[in-house]
T-cell receptor
Framework: DTGVSQNPRHKITKRGQNVTFRCDPISEHNRLYWYRQTLGQGPEFLTYFQNEAQLEKSRLLSDRFSAERPKGSFSTLEIQRTEQGDSAMYLC??????????????FGEGSWLTVV | AQKVTQAQTEISVVEKEDVTLDCVYETRDTTYYLFWYKQPPSGELVFLIRRNSFDEQNEISGRYSWNFQKSTSSFNFTITASQVVDSAVYFCALSEAPFITGGGNKLTFGTGTQLKVEL
């Protein structure tokens, strides 16, 4: 029984470079979420997918950010032209869809990004 | 707009003391979910409890208990006989109820309470 898996766990990149994070959700979960967390703050919602469809994006998700979930399984979050303000932990989470009894969101361990 | 307030930034207790973490929320929704998560230094958010706004019964799970009071919009969390392993950041979170709105069940988090349990 595996939980939500994220990699890489840590990434240090130079400003202006592109980075990509991968998330593998709990296998039977059809919803997948991305959140961002900065030091001393709670996680903030970025976007979510139901199967392969991206259903909602936060205003926090600038046009340098793109998320995909091509086959409704794993997801990638790409940040282009990174800025120092992008330094944060990026959390992935998954859940069953609304209307079921499984309305609990389970999180991965996060991917730490440091932009230097 | 939804909002979660955790006014306690940091709490320090001695092992075996009881400790209560406060959570106050704001929402215009009549149905919603409330959650508590634990975040140890490793970073993973560990799910502790989900409470439906229809259900105001308090809940106890081992040393953990939760007090949901809709009248004061509070969902407080008590750890009885705290242990060093309880040291972590604890987050309270709120989501809309997708059964009603049909929307996503995204979470709005508070800023967290850092709990330090010392010997």
């Amino acid at each position: 029984d595996t939980g939500v898996s994220q990699n890489p766990r840590h990434k240090i990149t130079k400003r202006g470079q592109n980075v990509t994070f991968r998330c593998d959700p709990i296998s039977e979960h059809n919803r997948l979420y991305w959140y961002r967390q900065t030091l001393g703050q709670g996680p903030e919602f970025l976007t979510y997918f139901q199967n392969e469809a991206q259903l909602e994006k936060s205003r926090l998700l600038s046009d340098r950010f793109s998320a995909e979930r091509p086959k409704g399984s794993f997801s990638t979050l790409e940040i282009q032209r990174t800025e120092q303000g992008d330094s944060a932990m990026y959390l992935c989470a998954s859940s069953l869809s609304a209307g079921t009894s499984g309305n609990t969101i389970y999180f991965g361990e996060g991917s730490w990004l440091t932009v230097v | 707009a939804q909002k979660v307030t955790q006014a306690q930034t940091e709490i320090s207790v001695v092992e075996k003391e009881d400790v209560t973490l406060d959570c106050v929320y704001e929402t215009r929704d009549t149905t919603y979910y409330l959650f508590w998560y634990k975040q140890p230094p490793s970073g993973e958010l560990v799910f502790l409890i989900r409470r439906n706004s229809f259900d105001e019964q308090n809940e106890i799970s081992g040393r953990y208990s939760w007090n949901f009071q809709k009248s004061t919009s509070s969902f407080n969390f008590t750890i009885t006989a705290s242990q060093v392993v309880d040291s972590a950041v604890y987050f309270c979170a709120l989501s809309e109820a997708p059964f009603i709105t049909g929307g996503g069940n995204k979470l709005t988090f508070g800023t967290g309470t850092q709990l330090k349990v010392e010997l």
